[in-house]
């Protein structure tokens, strides 16, 4: 029960407050009783008093995984991994290493929502825009016809296709041939002149 042991350690702390052991055992057993702050604290009053005590970093550095501070992980990891005996060194070692890659996919994670965020915002504000662009007046010519102005097409039924219409013929009298002009008739009383006599013609010269 690490509620119960917490409670323990806690009781050791007060009797010997400068002890770094109890500071570090304090720290790991609220760590898994779930309070990863106060488990925080307590490494970090460990190592304040012994700082080439190397668990204590291991066990600050859980705690601020737990907390999702991955890059403040990796550094006390590393603060630890300078001070670790060589049989700690490769857990201190696998540990900065999973700290970098947590602290990795965070950015990563960070870098994603902000971009929701701003895409968000992008939109609202042209949301508003459209908003405050409609509520403008518009001018004449740009408002629509009224709707008894508006024709109406009538949809029907197109029309079955008619045969061409023949031309009618002119009337028979039309087609006969006009009748040709009526001749000059010359008057019966009309008669040429009789040509004068010698006779005439001699007497006319005396």
Sequence with gaps: ???AAATHFQRCVDLQPQEHIHWSNLS???LRSGDAVAGAEAACQCVQLNPRHAKGYMRMGLCLEALQKHGEAAQVFDEGLQRAERKDQESFSTALARAHKAEA?????????AEQDAAAKAALRAVKLLAVAAALPRPPHA?????SAVPTRLHTAPSPPTAPRRRASPPPHLLRPAPPPPRP???TSWT???PP???ALAGRDG
């Design 192 to 194: 040429l002149p009789t």
């Design 1 to 3: 029960d690490y509620a």
């Design 28 to 30: 790991i057993a609220r």
């Design 185 to 187: 008739r010359w008057p």
């Design 105 to 113: 996919a965070q950015k990563e994670e960070a870098a994603r929502r």
């Design 143 to 147: 408002l629509p016809p009224e709707p």
């Design 197 to 199: 006599t010698p006779r």
